[in-house]
């Protein structure tokens, strides 16, 4: 069975410019995160979806962020405009049930680099 | 808020030493604990998780940990320590109902010969 699967892998980028992220889920998971780890911390919540539903987005930064999952399936995570800060990891994981004690599967992630 | 702190960014051992990674939890109530690995430019890997059964529970590659609800800790530990087992480890909690992890900072192991 395929994993979560992210793309791309690797994106360098000039501030300011836009940049979109890319992820596949685990076939039949409802739950869908996304994930920014910095360097030398852990990941931190920025959206989950059930489904097509976005249901925790506060830690999302709305005015340069946006994310969206059509059809409950593939999702895509946007930056426009990107700024220095924004280099990062980002990850991507989907799970199968609600009640949080369930196995999130994890993608290998998107380094970003904004110089 | 719940928050997971993770005592010691780095650790240390040699090759068939303990390992013991701390992790401790701030919850209202007894959440749902884990421990992830993350090898370099891979993502995270679920070692085992705490859901409220046996408090010692036992996860692949000879991990284990404890639940101590009275010290609100989660430690992980591994009797003899192996070259592969060097990658950065996670501990999170998620509330019961939720599906939101919230993850320590880590713990980066390093295991020389």
């Known amino acids: 069975e395929a994993g979560v699967v992210q793309s791309p892998r690797y994106k360098i980028i000039e501030k300011k410019q836009p940049v979109a992220f890319w992820c596949n889920p685990i076939?039949?998971?409802?739950?869908l995160y996304w994930y920014r780890q910095n360097l030398g911390q852990g990941p931190e919540l920025l959206i989950r979806y059930e489904n097509e539903e976005a249901v925790d987005d506060s830690q999302l930064p709305k005015d340069r962020f946006s994310a969206e999952r059509l059809k409950g399936v593939d999702s895509t995570l946007k930056i426009q405009p990107a700024e220095l800060g924004d280099s990062a990891v980002y990850l991507c994981a989907s799970s199968l049930a609600q009640g949080g004690n369930t196995e999130a599967f994890f993608g290998q992630g998107t380094r970003l680099t904004v110089v | 808020a719940q928050s997971v702190t993770q005592l010691g960014s780095h650790v240390s051992v040699s090759e068939g030493a303990l390992v013991l990674l701390r992790c401790n939890y701030s919850s209202s109530v007894p959440p749902y604990l884990f421990w992830y690995v993350q090898y370099p430019n891979q993502g995270l890997q679920l070692l085992l998780k705490y859901t409220s059964a046996a408090t010692l529970v036992k996860g692949i590659n000879g991990f284990e940990a404890e639940f101590k609800k009275s010290e609100t800790s989660f430690h992980l530990t591994k009797p003899s320590a192996h070259m592969s087992d060097a990658a950065e480890y996670f501990c999170?909690?998620?509330?019961?109902?939720?599906?939101?992890?919230?993850f320590g900072a880590g713990t980066r192991l390093a295991v020389h010969p």
């Open positions: 076939s039949g998971h409802n739950t």
């Open positions: 999170a909690v998620s509330d019961k109902g939720r599906n939101k992890l919230i």
